[in-house]
């Protein structure tokens, strides 16, 4: 058996997330980028422990990053909006600021598969971003509902136990 097999079968039976939208135009009804986290969260038998909306400014993302990953009943954070280019998405600003230890491979990975599977060369323009703080895994991927079934489908969901088995190992 190889060590990440083994690390698999130590790993939580379940993790608690908050699910994080940042918009300045998504309301619950219009959500379905948060919506979709939220049901392959639940699909993979994952916890939410809440979601919330939140405009997109660089010091109320941080804010509510900071918030979650300081609550006990919180050990991941998942984002999604906010991470192009535009003047207004600061979600990578926010997010970067706060990490204690980044993930580079999740951006890496997910922007090479967007490029092969999905959108192409339109990938460059993606700043996904993921790490810890503290105890805490954070994940932040593009508003798209597309982006969100790439991200959580091939990277979290598979992936999610085991990083949060890596971080109990380490505290």
Known sequence: ??????HRKEAPPSVSCYIITVSDTRTPETDKGGALVRSLLE????KVAGH????????DIREL????SADSGIEAV?????????PRDTTYEAVASLLDKS???FGEIFRFLSFTEDIGSAAILSRAIAGTIGNTAVFSMPGSTGAVKLAMERLIVPELRHVMREIYKRS
């Not at 919330?52 to 010091?59: A, G, L, R, S």
């Not at 998942?78 to 535009?86: C, D, E, F, K």
């Open 1 to 6: 058996m190889s060590s990440v097999e083994e």
């Open 43 to 46: 699909d993979a038998g994952y």
């Open 52 to 59: 919330t909306i939140v405009k997109d400014d660089y010091e």
């Open 65 to 68: 990053v900071y918030k979650c």
């Open 78 to 86: 998942l984002l999604t909006g906010g991470t192009g280019i535009s």
């Open 103 to 105: 993930l580079p491979g």
